[in-house]
């Protein structure tokens, strides 16, 4: 059930990626706050993650689950072999196949995977508010070891009448 990423699964990994992060996505609590930037929503902002994540190398660190020839679920795995630290950007299970050991399953295989490529230690990150991930992650062994604030302003461009200037 588990295999390796192929290029025509991206739009399908994009889709499970704008269904499972509506509620722990930093990009979606800046527009909840501040409103669409740049004309763009939250989801435009983390499908460009899932774009990076999938592109050349990165992709030899990407795993999905299928079943009956569908995928439901993904997780990703970049490696840094000068720092010896597997990093695991996304982890996503669709909401109807969830408490079934899927993410787990997912995430134990990238582990492996990490491990076969010579890494060390491996890091995930969560916001606060979601619940699931704070509990699932020290279930398979993860320590938290920080935590950290995002904040962001709004910026005003200046009025177009304005000369813009530049800082002295």
């Known amino acids: 059930m588990i295999r390796p990423y192929r290029p025509e699964d991206l739009e399908r990994l994009r889709h499970i990626t704008a269904v499972c992060f509506e509620g722990v996505s930093i990009d979606k609590n800046i527009e909840d706050r501040f409103g669409s930037i740049g004309g763009r ?54 909401p109807e196949f969830r408490s079934r050991g899927i993410a787990r399953s997912l995430l134990e295989h990238l582990l492996d995977w990490f491990t ?32 950290q604030v995002h904040f962001v302003k709004k910026l005003t461009p200046p009025p177009p009448s304005a000369p813009h200037q530049a800082p002295r």
Do not use: C
Request: no cysteine; net charge negative; aromatic share 10%.
């Open 116 to 147: 076969t490529q010579g890494m060390e230690a491996a890091k995930i990150e969560t916001l606060e508010q979601n619940a699931v991930g704070n509990h699932f992650y020290p279930s398979l062994g993860f320590e938290e070891v920080a935590r």
């Open 41 to 94: 929503d939250w989801r435009w902002r983390k499908l460009r993650h899932i774009d990076a994540d999938t592109a050349g190398e990165n992709a030899r660190g990407v795993f999905v689950w299928e079943e009956n020839g569908e995928t439901i679920a993904y997780v990703t795995g970049r490696i840094d072999r000068e720092s010896r630290i597997g990093w695991i950007p996304n982890l996503a299970v669709l």
